[in-house]
């Protein structure tokens, strides 16, 4: 199994400011993966995060807008960069552990 | 590439009437199959999963799935619901093949259990 630490677990943020999500894993994993939950909607994946190389975006999904950090096979940072209100979302980071997914806590962020 | 569709977007029932969320699911290659529950205002936890053998999987909790590969199938039962079942459910696959791993997700169906 694996935890998942995340925080902040929630904010509230101007427009045009930027967050970073951090998410600590309680082992080593290859692969991080984030995901964005939009008010009433499923989970979309924003980008696979390996160490030591550039994270892997989705469609829809830029490095600009979304910088990720993965200096460690423990360790990742998503950035929310110069927000506006449709940012508004819950974050998750995932790993795999053997067969199953696990999960952040998320990170509900509102920007204003 | 995956896919997974949820057919219901709202399912409400009574207490203890009987459940099934339906979900199916595409891929050119063999998956792995997942229920999530996502409680208000908490995080995802797994239900159940499918990797391999018996076709039915239950949970602790007295949910079940039952994957149908001719049918592409993978749809949640529960016999009788009880109010603490109200949550968002959402089904999820991932392609079994290479080392690689991500979720597809549907877009999740609320569960409501009216008294």
């Known amino acids: 199994s694996a935890v998942i630490s995340q925080k902040p677990s929630r904010d509230i943020c101007q427009r045009g400011t930027s967050l970073t999500i951090q998410c600590q894993v309680d082992?080593?994993?290859?692969?991080m993966f984030w995901y964005r939950q939009q008010p009433g909607q499923s989970l979309t994946l924003i980008a696979t995060a390996n160490q030591g190389s550039e994270a892997t975006y989705e469609s829809g999904f830029v490095i600009d807008k979304f910088p990720i950090s993965r200096p460690n096979l423990t360790f990742s940072t998503l950035t929310v960069s110069n927000m506006s209100p449709e940012d508004s979302s819950i974050y998750l980071c995932?790993?795999?552990?053997?067969?199953?997914?696990?999960f952040g806590q998320g990170t509900r962020l509102t920007v204003v | 590439a995956q896919s997974v569709t949820q057919l219901d977007s709202q399912v409400p029932v009574f207490e203890e009437a009987p459940v099934e969320l339906r979900c199916n699911y595409s891929s050119s290659v063999s998956v792995y199959l997942f229920w999530y529950v996502q409680y208000p205002n908490q995080g995802l936890q797994l239900l159940l999963k499918y990797l391999s053998g018996s076709t039915l999987v239950e949970s602790i909790n007295g949910f079940e799935a039952e994957f149908n590969k001719s049918q592409t199938s993978f749809h949640l039962r529960k016999p009788s619901v009880h109010i603490s079942d109200t949550a968002e459910y959402f089904c999820a696959v991932t392609e079994i093949s290479g080392s690689a791993r991500q979720l597809t997700f549907g877009s999740g169906t609320q569960l409501t259990v009216l008294p």
């Open positions: 082992s080593q994993v290859t692969m």
């Open positions: 995932s790993v795999f552990s053997g067969t199953e997914a696990f």
